[in-house]
Every structure is written in C-alpha cells, then in structure tokens.
Nanobody, 125 residues
Framework: QVQLVESGGGLVQSGGSRRLSCAAS????????VGWFRQVPGKEREGVSC???????SYAGSVLGRFTVSRDNAKNTVYLQMDGLKPEDTAVYYC???????????????????WGQGTQVTVSS
C-alpha cells in the first residue's frame, strides 16, 4: 500500500498562492488516482481535486480556475497549486490515493485507500 506525506501548508494572505505536495513511498504513483481533500472542524471532508493515472483532472466548483493539480511521476509526487486563495479555503488539506481503474467517484472519500496526515492551510483576510 502506498504511503503519502503532504507538505507545503502554512499561513498565506488572501489572494496569495501556495503549492502543496503529496509525496508517495512504498509504491509508484503511476498506477494510482490521487485526490485532494480538505476539512474544517465540524464539517465533512470535501473533495477538492483529483488527478487520474492517465492525467485527467477534476475540480470542485469552489476551486475551479484557481487550483491546479499536477503530477510528477519521476518524483512520485502530486502537487496542488492554489492561487487566488480566499479565507474560506482555510482547512487541513489531505491527499489520498486509490488504484487506477476503480469506479470510485473522485470527490467521495470512501473511494480512497491511502491517506496522508494532512497539512494546515490558513488564509488570512
């Protein structure tokens, strides 16, 4: 099973940018679909974006046009570039992975088998 570690979180001003990384070990990410989720206290973990093993991407409506997901298979890492950040983007961000080819719905957390520990992103107004 692949192990995931997120990094890149921190404090950023509204309108700023941040790039999150999701580094994998134990297996190559080439054969995995990788999703990004976020969670604030008291709310459900919500899907933000997903990149499939073939490079297809999906985004939540709230981040479409501001966030970009990408993958570097040579580095076994998936990235989430976040631009135009808003205070409502404040959350703990998680990456998750599942074997490619499953029929999972990308924004549902139950479709993923492996999760990172999360990284906090705080956007100040």
């Amino acid at each position: 099973q692949v192990q995931l570690v997120e990094s890149g979180g921190g404090l950023v001003q509204s309108g700023g940018s941040r790039r999150l990384s999701c580094a994998a070990s134990g297996s190559t990410l080439d054969y995995y679909d990788v999703g990004w989720f976020r969670q604030v206290p008291g709310k459900e973990r919500e899907g933000v974006s997903c990149i499939r093993s073939d490079g297809r991407t999906s985004y939540a409506g709230s981040v479409l046009g501001r966030f970009t997901v990408s993958r570097d298979n040579a580095k076994n890492t998936v990235y989430l570039q976040m631009d135009g950040l808003k205070p409502e983007d404040t959350a703990v961000y998680y990456c998750a992975a599942t074997s490619a080819g499953s029929d999972m719905i990308w924004y549902l957390k139950d479709g993923y088998d492996s999760w990172g520990q999360g990284t906090q992103v705080t956007v100040s107004s």
